[in-house]
């Protein structure tokens, strides 16, 4: 299973991105995925999360802000990030959980200037 996500960059204070994560390889049932951000010095944390039948979930920091959807047929999973603060720049990884496993891209830099 190979999660590979885009979408990143330098934005401005106020600005959006929309980041994408299209995952391929044989796995044939998902719980669910999520968005997940890492700041230098800081632990890794969720971000988002969907599950197979579309429940959501959001930090509270990022509430209003952020929408994570779930596109099944191109199985790729969006965060879109709207009214960005420079405290959301990180590195944003997806994960997809199946069964017992997880399984994490390399992630994508997201970078916000005051």
């Known amino acids: 299973v190979q999660l590979v996500e885009s979408g990143g960059g330098l934005v401005q204070a106020g600005g959006s991105l929309r980041l994408s994560c299209v995952v391929s390889?044989?796995?044939?049932?998902?719980?669910?995925m999520g968005w997940y951000r890492q700041a230098p010095g800081k632990q890794r944390e969720l971000v988002a999360d969907?599950?197979?039948?579309?429940?959501?979930n959001y930090a509270d920091s990022v509430k209003g802000r952020f929408t994570i959807s779930w596109d099944n047929a191109k199985n790729t999973v969006y965060l879109q990030m709207n009214s960005l603060k420079p405290e959301d720049t990180a590195r944003y990884h997806c994960?997809?959980?199946?069964?017992?496993?997880?399984?994490w891209g390399q992630g994508t830099q997201v970078t916000v200037s005051s």
């Open positions: 994960k997809k959980t199946a069964g017992a496993n997880d399984y």
């Open positions: 390889g044989r796995v044939f049932s998902t719980n669910g």
């Open positions: 969907i599950t197979s039948v579309g429940r959501t």
